[in-house]
């Protein structure tokens, strides 16, 4: 067992010639991929594991400069791979991690053959011709929220961010998760994301991508899916679910799932 | 490989340290503090803790380590001692030969025989000292300053503290004994773990014991790297290593709050699957949804894995069809997942059947009580589901009152015992909430016996009865709301119109439907730039429905800090407004400056507007019961010119000049022709005598008829509020559009409603003119009136805060001192003269409460 396993919680399951690598987003971990994991063991080794900084990695590991770009996540993510010797995979990525495969793919790519974003946004703030969803403000007062009262910022922003009831079975996953972070952890990794700007990246990104998105998102404007479709460097397809929230995987698995799989197993056509 | 994963991850990384190192500095990708050693690093930890120690106990003085942490200082005892096991110390010093010792736990449980075993002990070690030393290891140290639960009581504690006295200095005794020869051979060591809290304890009830014991305190730091006591790890990380559910009892509260809610609902279980048919034939669709999705998911088969997946994959086939193979704890969880799931299906076919069928919850309650049940179809009458019921929303119509009161009171009476043991009724609930102190009076117990009663009583009598209130009340109500609204806002007659439209249409059940069932808040959005207005209207609103004042809650950056209340400090506008709620679910509540709020803010409110009901910042949710919501924003851009010119109010110039205190006085003076001819001509319009002054503005029918005449007087308009508004859009419709009120929000409120900029001009002729009627009313019309502008301005900033309305400061200010000056007039020829209302004092600060001048100096 490796200390990269180990600190990244990377567990392997299912069996099949080819590799996927399930990377979960902001504030969750590799739970989150609950619901999907058990259509693809028969047929894919499946590869899972928690980003630094989540709930469940030891805090000691969190390395604030390291992670303060998304590079240092994507270079966890090669680490992984290497680590297990995997030659190519399939690349499933939500949310931020959809963004992190990307810049894995840019430096490795004879490691990918396919990214399958989920929720995926290339900037979070608004800009000169760009949509992104967020103002700086916007932004502002999300972090002072976070630093202030970490309970009762989870709280309010797991629903917003699911899209539900507090009730809600996923709403309450996601603020577990959410609540498993380390508060200054959260503030950082959150601050790393919302400042993030992948647009001039996007052209790089060579291998195919599948776009998948949620109709309606307070994360991810559903325009931010066309976006990526005209600048990804590669080819790419888009997706639009009829679903609601950041985490579709967890809020409308039965939409989300066959999706997924759909293309999982497709490819673009030539 | 995957199976050694799941087991490997709870040992320890002490044991295997070494087995990391040479992958490690291969992966250039590596996360470099991973590279720096990552466990070895935590081990290397646990080596210098152990390595103090070993230094502690070669010391001549002060050598007995006590390890002083929260988080495994046993480890580090655990690892002495296999190293003092394994001879890793070397063959030279102390230590070589030394002997361990452990208090066995019936030591620590038979409190009565303490010290007989301690003499005991005497003798153990007194045969086994000679061949080297021995450590005394004392285990955990609790047990000197505890004392078993069973126990209890002031009594028991201090025989327990007595023994654990008598133990510290037979203890004491016992090294004192082995060490005294002096040589560094055949020592006795004692060595313990405690917890900060214990050895602080230790301390202070057993003061000497530190000196008597020679004991050395040693700090172990809390980084210790073990998953399974890792506070933060994971609960489904517990529960992946099948075997190892350290923590059970932690566990389960975390995974299932909502059940644990659920539970403390007290529901019984008759209530649970208490639906209509409707309802309960959806519920069993839905459910057999749901079961087939999750035989979807056990379908999809992967026995070959099962051993090496963690327990949350396992979950997502919750009724898996060979459950031999899952140990009982795994079952016990899916079983609970599997149950939470079911109920919270259940509930929400619940809530949705008591907000669509009211009736039905309410026959089924009586058919518990009266025995002559019907048959169960009858009972969902089919015309009943057609009409929301709007009973929960009449009753708050407080000037209504009496009359409620009046055709209720048979109502009332006859089931009153039956209301309280309603079950699951919303509106019951919101009352407990409610504050203790109204319930005194015995009207408004009466009030809310009816409250109670509309909440869930629906049967076709009374609700006939009320229906009939309810058109009656219509138009009733319209009325006075609008009359009262228009008095104390009255320069937004339009808006005026519209809020009292608004808040009919929505208090008699025609609001706009969101989620299952109609409901009781109200939520209205005020946008535009007039923030008094707003306000002015919202404690109309507040008092007239309510009888109340309005609770206002900033949700923006505070302005001024005019209602920075100390109770609210330290509380998020969320705790503020359920608190609110909790406090009188029937009240108005002015939600300010929402186009201010922050997102997370902005989204627990948008959530509450579509859900009813609100959850605050500890979690606990609230019904927003029958409360009145009003959300301000401004969102208009108004031409900046408009304001500068004077042409729009300015507030924050009204504030200036009005935070002044000023008096009023009244003069006679000669008349300038000039002046005159001037202000009859050019104004001859807006001036003229308005009769129906009395009542203000109110939009009564019967004002129409009076106003006939007026037509004959050379006006283009057929009444006064026509001319109001040809006015106020002529001028002001031209430099104001609200521009960006967000669809989200006007999408999902009952209705919003546009409050324009005030044109200055208009409100100053206003109140010009109301002057002048009054004037004209009291004194005669054959003097006139003069008000300089500047008095103006200082009458309307007064107005803009103060609480009165013009015709109540006129009525009682005005008229009075109208009246003095009468006399003192010169009674048969008052040509040549005019009465000019003019500012006596100007003197910096205001020192009452008052924005107005209370009186008015006449001179004569």
């Not at chain 1, 469940?56 to 680590?83: H, K, M």
């Not at chain 2, 998911?297 to 919750?318: G, H, V």
């Not at chain 2, 504030?655 to 001509?681: F, H, M, P, T, Y």
């Not at chain 2, 009165?804 to 009468?822: D, G, H, R, Y």
Request: charged share 25%.
């Amino acid at each position: 067992m490796g200390v990269v396993e180990e600190a990244h919680n990377v567990k392997l399951v299912g069996s099949g010639d080819q590799t996927i690598v399930l990377a979960h987003g902001f504030g969750t971990d590799q739970s989150v991929w609950k619901h999907l994991v058990p259509h693809l063991v028969d047929d894919y080794r499946v590869i899972l594991f928690d980003n630094m900084g989540a709930g469940t990695t030891n805090p000691d590991y969190f390395d604030f400069e390291r992670y303060s770009t998304l590079e240092g996540y994507a270079y966890d993510v090669i680490a992984i791979l290497e680590e297990l010797r995997v030659k190519s995979c399939i690349f499933v990525g939500h949310s931020v991690s959809a963004m992190i495969g990307a810049i894995a793919s840019i430096t490795r790519p004879d490691l990918f053959t396919k990214l399958v974003t989920v929720s995926a946004s290339p900037r979070y703030l608004n800009d000169a011709n760009y949509y992104g969803g967020f103002e700086k403000e916007d932004i502002q007062q999300l972090f002072e929220a976070m630093q202030s009262n970490y309970k009762a910022w989870c709280d309010g922003f797991a629903p917003l961010v699911v899209g539900g009831d507090m009730e809600s079975v996923a709403v309450q996953e996601f603020s577990r998760t959410l609540f498993n972070m380390r508060p200054d952890i959260a503030l950082s990794v959150a601050q790393t994301i919302f400042q993030s700007d992948m647009r001039h990246l996007l052209c790089h990104v060579t291998i195919p991508c599948h776009i998948i998105q949620s109709m309606k998102d307070l994360a991810v404007p559903v325009v931010i899916s066309e976006y990526l479709h005209q600048n990804f460097g590669g080819k790419s397809i888009v997706e639009v679910m009829q679903t609601d929230g950041h985490l579709p995987q967890l809020s409308s698995p039965d939409v989300v799932i066959p999706i997924l799989l759909k293309h999982i197993r497709c490819s673009i056509a030539t | 490989m995957m199976l050694s994963t799941a087991t490997q991850l709870s040992t320890p990384p002490t044991a295997t340290p070494s087995t990391v190192v040479p992958l490690a500095n291969r992966n250039i990708y590596l996360n470099p503090r991973l590279q720096q050693g990552g466990t070895g690093q935590m081990g290397n930890q646990r080596s210098e803790e152990v390595k103090k120690v070993l230094d502690i106990l070669v010391r001549t003085k002060k050598r007995n380590p006590v390890l002083v942490g929260d988080s495994e200082p046993e480890a580090v005892v655990k690892e002495l001692f296999r190293k003092i096991e394994s001879k890793e110390l070397g063959a030279e010093g102390p230590l070589k030969n030394v002997q361990v010792i452990s208090i066995e736990k019936e030591f620590l449980y038979d409190k009565n025989q303490i010290l007989s075993k301690i003499k005991e002990l005497d003798r153990v070690i007194e045969s086994r000292i000679v061949s080297g030393g021995v450590i005394l290891d004392l285990g955990d140290l609790k047990w000197l300053v505890e004392q078993p639960m069973s126990f209890g009581g002031a009594q028991q504690q201090q025989v327990v503290s007595d023994i654990g006295r008598a133990a510290v200095v037979e203890m004491g005794k016992l090294l004192a004994r082995f060490t005294g020869d002096g040589t560094n051979d055949n020592n006795l060591w004692l060595i313990g773990t405690a917890t900060c809290e214990t050895y602080l304890r230790c301390q202070v009830y057993h003061s000497t014991m530190e000196n008597d014991w020679d004991l050395q305190a040693v700090p172990i730091t809390s980084r210790s790297p073990l998953l399974g006591i890792f506070p933060r790890v994971g609960t489904e990380r517990i529960l992946s290593n099948p075997g190892e559910n350290l923590n059970p009892l932690k566990s389960v509260p975390t995974l299932h709050p909502a059940l644990t809610r659920r539970v403390s609902e007290n529901l019984d279980p008759a209530q649970r699957t208490s639906f209509c048919p409707q309802c309960s034939d959806n519920y069993e669709k839905e459910l057999s949804k749901l079961v087939a999705i999750e035989k979807s998911f056990s379908e999809a088969k992967q026995e070959d894995n099962r051993p090496s997946l963690p327990l949350w994959l396992k979950n997502a086939k919750l009724q898996s069809s060979d459950a031999k193979t899952i140990d009982q704890s795994e079952g016990k969880y899916q079983e609970v997942l599997s149950k939470q799931k079911t109920q919270e299906l259940q509930k929400k076919w619940r809530e949705t059947c008591l907000h669509l069928h009211p009736n039905y919850h309410h026959k089924i309650h009586s058919d518990r009580t009266a025995p002559p049940a019907l048959s169960m179809p009858s009972l969902c009458n089919p015309n009943l589901f057609v009409r929301p019921p709007f009973q929960p929303r009449l009753q708050t119509t407080k000037p209504l009152g009496e009359v409620l009161q009046l055709n209720t009171n048979p109502v009332t009476s006859q089931p009153q015992g039956c209301t309280s043991s309603i079950p699951g009724s919303p509106v019951r609930t919101d009352l407990v909430l409610g504050p203790k102190g109204t319930e005194n009076t015995p009207e408004k117990a009466t009030e809310d016996g009816v409250k109670d009663l509309l909440g869930c009583i629906s049967s076709e009598p009374q609700t006939k009865v009320l229906d009939k209130f309810a058109d009656a009340l219509d138009a009733d109500t319209y009325k006075k709301l609008l009359k009262g609204l228009k008095e104390k806002a009255w320069w937004q007659a339009e808006a005026a119109t519209a809020v009292a439209s608004a808040i009919t249409r929505c208090r008699l059940g025609n609001g706009r439907c969101r989620g299952a069932g109609s409901r009781g808040d109200t939520w209205l959005l005020f946008t535009g730039p007039d923030r008094v207005g707003k306000k002015k209207m919202s404690s109309v609103l507040a008092e007239q429905i309510c009888g109340t004042i309005p609770v206002i809650i900033c949700l923006g950056s505070q302005r001024g800090g005019e209602e920075s209340d100390m109770n609210f400090r330290g509380k998020t506008a969320i705790d503020r407004i359920a608190e609110a709620v909790r406090h009188n679910p029937f009240s108005v509540i002015m939600l300010e400056d929402i186009d201010e709020a922050d997102m997370i803010l902005r989204g627990s409110v948008k959530r509450a507007i579509e859900r009813g009901r609100l959850t605050d910042s500890h979690g606990r949710e609230i019904s927003l019961g029958n409360a009145i919501f009003i959300l301000t924003g401004d969102w208009s851009t108004t031409n900046p010119e408009a304001t500068r010119d004077g042409h729009v109010v300015d507030g924050k110039k009204l504030a200036s000049i009005a935070s002044r205190d000023w008096q009023l006085g009244l003069i006679v003076r000669e008349k300038s022709a000039k002046r005159r001819v001037n202000w009859l001509q050019n104004e001859d319009r807006p001036i003229k005598p308005r009769r129906e002054l009395g009542s203000g503005l109110s939009l009564d029918l019967n004002l129409a008829v009076d106003t006939e005449d007026d037509r004959t007087d050379g006006s283009h308009n057929s009444s006064d509020l026509t001319i109001d508004h040809e006015d106020e859009l002529g001028l002001v419709g031209r430099q104001f559009t609200i521009t960006s009120v967000p669809h989200e929000l006007a999408s999902i409120v009952d209705d919003s409603i546009v409050f324009k900029p005030v044109d200055s001009s208009f409100v100053r002729r206003e109140i010009k003119n109301t002057i002048s009627v009054k004037f004209s009313m009291v004194v005669g019309d054959n003097l006139p009136i003069e008000i300089e502008d500047d008095v103006l301005e200082k009458i309307l900033g007064g107005l803009w805060h103060d609480q009165t309305s013009l015709e109540q400061w006129i009525e009682n200010v005005l008229a009075p001192s109208f009246n003095q000056l009468k006399p003192r007039l010169p009674s048969i020829e008052s040509r040549g003269l005019v009465v000019r209302l003019v500012v006596e004092s100007d003197s910096g600060e205001r020192r009452n409460g008052d924005w107005l001048p209370s009186r008015i100096t006449v001179e004569g």
